[in-house]
């Protein structure tokens, strides 16, 4: 399979009140067609705002981009940020899609549900009011809102979280995407409703053999729904790899530090572990590795380089100057 988004030494400033935020500095991250790609790390080390960067959907005037986000298609290859403005409105919907982690904020609240995806299906697909009106309801059945024609006609106030995310994943699908971005969708909802929209998504993604990025906090969920996995942190991936690679053979510090942290059954009556400290503000370009000061391994060229990326095994790389090629600290 190849792969359908290929991002090369992606950089995001945002200009903020307080100064440039160098929130992702030098991503690299390939996607392959028909597989579902995590990505996981603490908050703030760049997970939304790397992949927000396919969509371009962050402030024009407030956002610096370098390095490229290769799209990939039957026609050829695209760099996303020299797209035009057209060509990126035609992008977003037919070619990508977005599923965001809060719904009831991504939707209009005094706009029908039913109506809100017909508005997206008659501009991105050039159908009729009736036509696109019969569509959403097929869509709707699909990914369980039931009964469609009465959720058609409600308004998002008057539907439960799960049914909202279901909402937008119908949304997300309406246009039938290559690839669709998925940004925490479960994060809001309670357990049993996070079961149900996960395999809602697998089963689609198998259906329709779509490309989905996976961005979550929940090792769990990545073990659960993720063919490969990218771990960040500070703005970079540190390490990247299959679920396999990521679970059993973790080879950076921060991988392993996740992992430990992560609650087990066998921890019952345990202290539970943390990593101790803090992710470092991004006021700054790292010019040694941003993980170094939480450690408990680094030495002194932790302290004064930032570490390259080394091969652990095929297809398994991670960023970290103690491992030797081949993954071996």
Known sequence: MGNIIEMKDLCVNLMTVRGIVYAVQGVDLAVKEGEVHGIVGESGCGKSVSTKTIMRLHEKDKTEYTGSVIYNSSSGSED????????????????????????????????KAGEQISEVVRRKRGMGKKEAKEYVLRMFEKVGILPPEKRYEQYPFEMSGGMLQ????????????????????????DVTIQAQILDLLRNLQQENHTSVIFITHNLGVVAEICDSVSVMYAGRVVESGSVLDI????????????????????D???????????PPPLYAKFTSCPFAPRCPKATEICRSALPPVKTVSEGHTAACHLLNEGGKE
């Open 247 to 266: 679970f059993d053979r973790p080879a950076h510090p921060y991988t392993q530090a996740l992992l430990a942290s992560n609650p087990k059954a066998s």
């Open 166 to 189: 279901r909402v937008m994943i119908a949304m997300a699908l309406s246009c039938e995407p290559r690839l669709i971005i998925a940004d925490e969708p479960t994060t809001a909802l």
């Open 80 to 111: 996303i940020l020299a797209m035009s403005d057209k060509r990126m409105r035609d992008f977003r919907g037919k070619d990508a899609a977005m599923i965001f982690q809060d719904p009831m904020t991504s939707l209009d609240p005094i706009m």
């Open 268 to 278: 019952s009556g345990k202290r539970m572990k943390t990593i101790e400290g803090a």
